[in-house]
């Protein structure tokens, strides 16, 4: 297993550094649970637009371990609530989920007032990527 380098990095950006439907799985009293969701990349992570109260944060709060599954991309990571998506903290990244996610991120669904609207981050540690017929065994801790 290698490091993610510039390659790995720009092909996961190119792929992922936008709107894209993942699949997120979780578990729960040993039960594996997946729902698709919109997630995007950044610098070795997913980030997710969520609500804190809903059945996946619930579980993630309990067991952080996290898999997700994109196109010809498979990977294992610890997800964390990074809190209220207008909180000070997270501006940097609410901004470009805001233009990331723009066609939908406000069409009602969202409730920004809400304190429990907020960010899932998918912090990766390793995963499988494969690209024009090359597979990739990565280490995101490196």
Known sequence: MKKADENVE????????????????TVEEGVPY??????????????????????????????????ISGEWFTAQGTGSNLGWFCKKENEQIANKMKAVFAQWIDNGHNNFDDEHTC???????????????????????K
Not at 46 to 64: C, D, E, G
Not at 120 to 130: D, H, K, P, Y
């Open 10 to 25: 720009k092909i996961l950006t190119e792929r992922f550094g936008k709107d894209s439907l993942i699949s997120l799985a």
């Open 34 to 67: 997946v729902r698709t969701v919109n997630g995007y990349y950044d610098k070795g992570a997913f980030y997710v637009l969520t609500y804190a109260l809903s059945r996946k944060m619930k579980q993630i709060a309990k067991n952080p371990v996290v898999a």
């Open 119 to 141: 960010i899932l981050r998918v912090e990766l540690t390793e995963g499988v990527l494969f690209s024009n017929g090359t597979r990739y065994d990565i280490d995101f801790t």
